[in-house]
């Protein structure tokens, strides 16, 4: 079956523009998780949507939003980018359970100039 | 402040051997703990997982074990094959899952010929 898709895989924008990147879950998969992933930080938790609600947040600006759709596809969304959001964002979908694991897509390579 | 923490930044075994990555957390409020392996370019692949109810789970090749009283946990890889060369990380989740998945900052596994 067709894994975690996310769209572009690579992305270039100027500082102070918005940026939207795109995932879509393996079918069946209603949950969504986002991730960053630098190499000074690691990979941080920025949100989880469940049946198109926020079901959990991490410790990220309000500048870094995100929503999901009925079909589970997801959406994340940066307004007035900064040179430190240049980064990994992964994108992770799952049937609810930790235990069985998350399932990441590819990632998108945001680079912010 | 890392609540997971990967002190080994790269490890090299030689083919055959064991491989034994370890990974050491802080909240004692973790439940679930979680390894995944990275290749370049890739999103991280789930490999295993282990609750806080149990001391040891097996799959295939792949062994965790759980130390709670040391808040200590460790991956064995027997015996380490060359595709097993990736960067692995640890990560950790409470039960609530509020946080998303709290993970290391990875051991890069080099499998020697």
């Known amino acids: 079956k067709a894994g975690v898709t996310q769209t572009p895989r690579y992305l270039i924008k100027t500082r102070g523009q918005q940026v939207t990147l795109s995932c879509s879950p393996i079918s069946g998969h209603r949950s969504v998780s986002w991730y960053q992933q630098t190499p000074g930080q690691g990979l941080q938790f920025l949100f989880e949507?469940?049946?198109?609600?926020?079901?959990n947040k991490g410790n990220f600006p309000g500048r870094f939003s995100g929503r999901q759709f009925s079909n589970s596809r997801s959406e994340m969304n940066v307004s007035t980018l900064e040179l430190g959001d240049s980064a990994l964002y992964l994108c992770a979908s799952s049937l609810g359970t930790v235990l069985v694991g998350y399932t990441f897509g590819s990632g998108t390579r945001l680079t912010v100039v | 402040d890392q609540q997971v923490k990967q002190n080994s930044p790269s490890l090299s075994v030689q083919e055959g051997r064991i491989s034994i990555l370890n990974c050491d957390y802080t909240n004692s409020m973790f439940d679930y703990f979680l390894w995944y392996k990275k290749y370049p370019a890739e999103g991280p692949t789930f490999l295993i997982s282990i609750s806080s109810i149990k001391d040891k789970n097996e799959d295939g090749r792949f062994t965790v074990f759980l130390n709670k009283s040391a808040k200590h946990l460790s991956l064995h890889i027997v015996p380490s094959q060359p595709g097993d060369s990736a960067v692995y990380f640890c990560a950790a989740s409470d039960q609530g899952g509020a946080d998303g998945l709290t993970f290391g900052k990875g051991t890069h596994l080099i499998i020697q010929p």
């Open positions: 949507y469940f049946s198109e609600t926020q079901r």
